[in-house]
Nanobody
């Protein structure tokens, strides 16, 4: 199983980025997909997840600005990030497994229920 993030980069405050998480060896539509991030000097935090039944959850700090979605044909998940702030600067990771998608998952920095992780994509929000 491999997950690969793409779409990171440098963006100005207020800008947008769309992260992708492509999967091989795993059918994303049958799994919960989650996005985590880790900022320099900070703990990893869960920011969003989408369940196999397309229920979604978000961390409060990104609610209304970020949108998680999944393309079942392309076997790819996305994180559309709008109104980006400097504090959104971090390495963003996608993860997937058969798991609940809820606030408990997002509040767990190292969820044992998510076995598959990508290597991360750097997002830098700076002017």
């Amino acid at each position: 199983v491999e997950l690969e993030e793409s779409g990171g980069g440098l963006v100005q405050p207020g800008g947008s980025l769309n992260l992708s998480c492509s999967a091989s060896g795993l059918t994303l539509k049958l799994n919960t997909v989650a996005w985590f991030r880790q900022a320099p000097g900070k703990e990893r935090e869960g920011i969003s997840c989408i369940s196999s039944s397309d229920d979604t959850n978000y961390r409060d700090s990104v609610q209304g600005r970020f949108t998680i979605s999944r393309d079942k044909v392309k076997n790819t998940a996305y994180l559309q990030m709008n109104s980006l702030k400097p504090e959104d600067t971090a390495v963003y990771y996608c993860a997937a497994d058969v798991s609940f998608c809820d606030q408990t998952l997002l509040n767990n920095r190292y969820p044992s229920g998510l076995r598959y992780w990508g290597k991360g994509a750097l997002v830098t929000v700076s002017s």
